[in-house]
């Protein structure tokens, strides 16, 4: 299934993002060491969101089958401009922190971390792209 996005440039390197199919907008400006303001998410920080975003959505959809309640966990990631050669995103530190109170056996733990290390957007990142991923669990 294809999904449209449409995109237009506003100007001042600020762009607005049209998701097709619910219409919600996003906003991108280019980052401040780019020669942007910083005002928004930048197209490399969208790159960060989306893999912390499908790693946890994947994970909530072998969680829902599993009849567990991932709700409250939280996705830290920490993007890593490269530093030589061409501009790109060089390292993606991503932390899943699940809430306290949980009880997630090992099994399941197994089952969530291979879930998020085998979600779209992970699978479609360059391979030079250093990634670090790590997951907390409570107690």
């Not at 991108?28 to 942007?36: C, E, I, S």
């Not at 899943?96 to 979600?119: K, M, Q, W, Y």
Request: glycine share 10%.
């Amino acid at each position: 299934m294809a999904v449209e996005i449409d995109i237009t440039y506003d100007g001042d390197l600020h762009c607005e993002a049209v998701h097709g199919p619910s219409r919600q907008t996003l906003r991108t400006d280019a980052p401040v060491d780019n020669g942007g303001k910083g005002e928004a998410f930048s197209p490399t920080d969208l790159l960060a969101t989306s893999l912390g975003a499908c790693l946890v959505t994947v994970m909530g959809l072998v969680a829902r089958r599993q009849g567990l309640d991932l709700a409250g966990t939280r996705v830290h990631v920490v993007k890593e401009m490269a530093t030589a050669g061409v501009r790109r995103v060089g390292s993606l530190a991503v932390t899943v922190t699940f809430p306290a109170g949980r009880t997630i056996s090992l099994a399941d733990r197994a089952r969530l971390e291979h879930t998020a290390n085998t979600c779209p957007v992970k699978q479609s990142l360059h391979p030079d792209v250093v990634l670090d991923l790590s997951f907390v669990y409570p107690g």
